[in-house]
C-alpha cells in the first residue's frame, strides 16, 4: 500500500517546484533571446526580495510578530560580507571568497538579531513593531558616520574622514554615507536561486519541525503555550534570529551585486516594502510571499513606460491583490474552486 504524502510535505515541495520551475523559464528565454536588459537587470533584485520576504514571513506569520527592522539585518549583512570581500579581493579566489562572505554575513546579522531580540521581544504588537523600526533607523545613521581605513600599520577607525590617521598608501574602505565602493560583483542570478532554495528548506523545516509547532502555538494563545511549559522567549527569539541571519543573506546577495553600496537602501521605505509582500502573499504562506513578491517587484518597473500612470496601476494591483487574499467573497470562491477541482480528480480516478 502506498504512503500518501502529508499536505505540509506536498507544499514544501511545491514551493522548490514553482522556484525551480522559474529558473528554468528564466533560462529558456534567456537561450532564445527573449529577455531583455531591463528583465535581466531585475533578476537578482528579484532573489533578493524573495529571500527577505521568506525570512520576515517567519517573524509576521509563523511566530506572529510585527517587525519593521528587516532592512536593518539587511543592512548589517551587506555590510559586513562587502568590508569582507573588499578586505580580502587580493587574497582569496572568488567562490570561496563569496560564499564565507555570505556566511558572515548571516552570522553577523544574525548576532545583531540575538542581541536585539532579548529586550524587544519581551515588546508585543504595536511597541514591538515601533523599537524594530528605531533599530533599523540607528544601524543606519551610525553607518552613516562610520570611516573605516587600512594601512601598513593595521585598521582606522574614526567619525570623519580626517579622523583617519593613516599614512598615505592607506586605503579608505567605509566612507562614511558614501558607503563601500568597488566592492566585487560576485553575485548572480544561478547564486540567488541557490539561496532562496536553502532559505525555503531552512525556513520550512523549522515550520514543519516540533519547533515550529511550538512557535506557532505561541502565536495562536501565548497563555496557553506557558501554561504546557513551553518557553517562549526561547521560540519567539529563535524565529527572530533565524529570520535576521536569512535577512543577512539577502544583504549579503545585494551587496555583492553593486559596485557602490550605501546606507540609503536599507531605510524604513524597504522595511515597509518587504513587509506589504509578506502580507498581499498572505501571511505565513511561503508560495504567496515568492508569487507577491516576483509581481509586485516586476510590475513598477515595467511599467515605467506609462510614466505618470506606473504607480496608479501599482496601486490598482495592490487593491486587487488584497482582496483577492482577504475579503470573505474571493476567499469562499477560491475554496469552491478547489473543492470543484478535487471532486473532479476524485471522478477521474475512479
Excluded at 139 to 166: C, S
Excluded at 325 to 346: D, L, Q, S
Amino acid at each position: 500500500m502506498k504512503r500518501r504524502m502529508s499536505k505540509s510535505t506536498v507544499s514544501s515541495l511545491s514551493n522548490y517546484g514553482l522556484v525551480i520551475a522559474l529558473f528554468i523559464i528564466v533560462q529558456i528565454c534567456s537561450a532564445a533571446g527573449v529577455l531583455t536588459n531591463q528583465i535581466e537587470g531585475l533578476l537578482i533584485p528579484v532573489c533578493i526580495y524573495v529571500i527577505a520576504a521568506i525570512s520576515l514571513n517567519l517573524v509576521v506569520g509563523i511566530s506572529g510578530e510585527l517587525s519593521l527592522g528587516h532592512a536593518g539585518f539587511m543592512c548589517v549583512g551587506a555590510f559586513s560580507s562587502a568590508l569582507f570581500s573588499k578586505v580580502t579581493e587580493d587574497s582569496m579566489t572568488t567562490g570561496p571568497r563569496f560564499l564565507i562572505a555570505i556566511v558572515i554575513g548571516a552570522l553577523v546579522a544574525a548576532l545583531f538579531g540575538f542581541l536585539i531580540g532579548i529586550p524587544v521581544l519581551r515588546l508585543r504588537g504595536d511597541y514591538l513593531a515601533i523599537v524594530t523600526l528605531a533599530f533599523g533607523e540607528i544601524i543606519k545613521n551610525i553607518l552613516n558616520i562610520v570611516y573605516l581605513g587600512r594601512d601598513e600599520n593595521g585598521f582606522h577607525l574614526a567619525r570623519e574622514v580626517g579622523g583617519l590617521h593613516m599614512s598615505p598608501e592607506g586605503e579608505t574602505l567605509v566612507k562614511g554615507a558614501q558607503g563601500i565602493s568597488g566592492t566585487p560583483r560576485d553575485s548572480s542570478f544561478l547564486v540567488g536561486i541557490i539561496l532562496i532554495l536553502v532559505t525555503l528548506f531552512i525556513v520550512q523545516n523549522i515550520i514543519n519541525s516540533r519547533t515550529g509547532r511550538a512557535i506557532m502555538a505561541i502565536r495562536d494563545n501565548r497563555i496557553a503555550a506557558e501554561s504546557i511549559g513551553i518557553n517562549v522567549t526561547k521560540y519567539k527569539l529563535l524565529a527572530f534570529t533565524v529570520s535576521a541571519a536569512l535577512a543577512g543573506v539577502a544583504g549579503a546577495l545585494y551587496s555583492h551585486n553593486l559596485s557602490s553600496l550605501t546606507v540609503s537602501k536599507f531605510d524604513y521605505n524597504t522595511s515597509i516594502l518587504i513587509l506589504v509582500y509578506v502580507v498581499l502573499g498572505g501571511i505565513g504562506s511561503i508560495k504567496g510571499s515568492i508569487i507577491a513578491t516576483i509581481i509586485l517587484y516586476v510590475l513598477p518597473e515595467m511599467l515605467r513606460f506609462l510614466q505618470d500612470y506606473r504607480m496608479l496601476i501599482y496601486a490598482v494591483v495592490l487593491i486587487i491583490m488584497m482582496l483577492f487574499n482577504w475579503a470573505p467573497g474571493a476567499i469562499a470562491w477560491r475554496e469552491r474552486i478547489v473543492e470543484k477541482f478535487k471532486r473532479n480528480k476524485t471522478k477521474g480516478v475512479s
